[in-house]
């Protein structure tokens, strides 16, 4: 079985979440180790984190490495795949919006352009509540307010143990 590598800088409650359904997972803070034969990498930003710079990390870690991930899932937000208002956006995450969305759509162009089979899994703003889950394609709107952390880490399980959405940016809403 492959080892799936979960890097985060945050300190909520997300990676626990994750840990618990994927528990033969590791989490690491940063990008500073050595990838092994068929390592899945599940990146899991939080919003205000400057990913445009972490990516060229993850570039540094891919250039030196002997193996390359089977496999990059990235959490993102919503609002990178035209899939939210500018309105919306506002509410969200405030006067650096345009700003935070840019830096992660940077941040999914890279890992586009590694040609490294990935996931891109955009999220509406992630609350401790449970909510419903919906899946939903690209460029397609997200409705709702907030997604519930339950449902994000059922979908990061998902997305590090199948090949369900392979080569996708997918969002998830209530």
Not at 53 to 76: C, R, T, W, Y
Not at 101 to 117: S, T
Request: charged share 25%.
């Amino acid at each position: 079985m492959s080892r799936i590598v979960i890097v985060s800088r945050r300190h909520d409650k997300l990676v626990s979440t994750v840990m618990k359904k994927v528990p033969e997972a590791v989490a690491l803070t940063n990008f500073k180790f050595e990838i092994q034969n068929g390592d899945v990498l599940c990146w899991l930003p939080t919003v205000n984190e400057a990913v445009d710079d972490e990516v060229q990390e993850l570039a540094a870690l891919l250039d030196h490495s002997l193996f390359l991930p089977a496999k990059i899932v990235m959490l993102s937000i919503a609002g990178t795949a035209d899939d939210a208002t500018n309105q919306q956006l506002q509410e969200w995450y405030g006067k650096q919006a345009t700003q935070i969305v840019f830096a992660h759509q940077y941040a999914i162009k890279m890992i586009d352009e590694f040609e490294l089979p990935y996931t891109i899994v955009r999220a509406l703003p992630i609350i401790s509540d449970e909510t419903t889950l919906k899946i939903v394609d690209e460029g397609k709107s997200l409705q709702g307010e907030r997604i519930g952390m339950a449902q994000v880490a059922q979908v990061i399980k998902r997305a590090v143990t199948t090949d369900d959405f392979k080569n996708q940016s997918i969002g998830i809403a209530p």
